[in-house]
C-alpha cells in the first residue's frame, strides 16, 4: 500500500498522536451497552507473499496453499483481492471452504469492486452492486464487514450520490465507508454532515492510519465498530509505538461498549506484515484480555523483536 508513504527521512518528524475521541465517538459510547464481549479480529490485507514461506507458513508451501495456512495464523483477512476483479461465486466457495476446513471462526472481509466505487462512482452501479452482494454471500458464516473505499478526488460535492447509495443498500449489509479526499476532514460542515449520515444509517467509518494523512485517523464512530487500517514503515520502531498507542485507545473503546473490532496492517512492502501482526496480536491480548492465537513466527527471525 502506497497510500500515505513518506520518505523514510521524514518519518520522525511525523506526530504520531493519536487525536481525541470527537463529539460523535463519544455520543456513540454514551448510548452503548457496557461489559459487552468484543469480538476482535485482527489480520493482513492478503493472505500472502513467497517471502511468508519460512516466516509463518511451513518450508516448500506452494502459493496454492497460502489461504489454508494463513486461516491457521490469523481469524480474518482485508480482502482486497476483489476490488480489483470480482470473482465469480464459485472461487468465492472455494475460499470459503478453506476457512471451513480449519474449522475457524475466520471472516473475509471484501473490499467493493473498483467498477463501482471508482469508475461508476456509486451511480447507476446497481447491476455491479447486485453481483458484488450476491457473490459475496457465498462466504456464508465466515463473510465480515464489507467496506466501501472512496477514491481520493470523490469529495463532498458528491455526498448526495453517496448518502442515495448507502440508502439503497440492504438494512442488514455491515459496511464500513474509507473517506479519502481531504475536504470530508477540513471542511467542518462536510465532515459533520457525512459522519451524521453514517450514523443515521448506522454503517460504520474506516480510521486508516497512515504516516502521510493523519487526517484519515478521524475517530470518528457512529456505531460501537471499530474497523482499522493501520499502514507501517517497514517494522520502523514507531510501527511498534503506534501499536502501543492503538491498543491503549482500544481498551478505553473497549470499557465504553466498543462491540466489535477489525484491524488489518499493512506494510508499504508486505513482506515484514506478520511480524508486525505478531505483535499487535501479543500486545491486545494483554491490554484487552483477549485470547487472539498470534501467528506463530518461525524461531529463526524472532530475533527482530
Known sequence: MDFGKVEPEQILSVD???????????????????????????????????????????????????LDEYVKHFNSIELNAVFYNMPPESQIVTWREKAEKFGTEFKFCPKFTRGISHLKRLKNAEELTNTYLNNISA?????????????????????????????????????????????????????????????????GTVITDATGRRDCVHMELPTPHAFIRFVGNGLHATDYTRIDEWSQRLKQWKDNGLESLYFFLHQHDEKDTPILGDYTIQKFNKDLNLKLNPPGIIAKIETLF
Open 139 to 203: 462466504f456464508g458464516k465466515y463473510l465480515g464487514p464489507a467496506f466501501l473505499q472512496l477514491s481520493d478526488n470523490f469529495g463532498p460535492k458528491n455526498f448526495d450520490i453517496l448518502q442515495k447509495y448507502l440508502e439503497e443498500l440492504p438494512i442488514d449489509f455491515s459496511v464500513f465507508v474509507e473517506l479519502r479526499h481531504s475536504e470530508w476532514y477540513s471542511d467542518h460542515a462536510a465532515r459533520k454532515d457525512v459522519f451524521e449520515l453514517f450514523k443515521k444509517l448506522n454503517k
Open 16 to 66: 504520531f498522536t493519536l487525536p481525541p475521541d470527537t463529539e460523535l465517538t463519544n455520543s456513540t459510547f454514551n448510548n452503548a451497552s457496557k461489559n459487552v464481549n468484543l469480538d476482535a479480529y485482527v489480520g493482513c490485507a492478503k493472505w500472502g507473499r513467497k517471502e511468508w514461506v519460512g516466516l509463518i507458513y511451513p518450508e516448500k508451501t506452494k502459493e496454492a496453499q497460502f
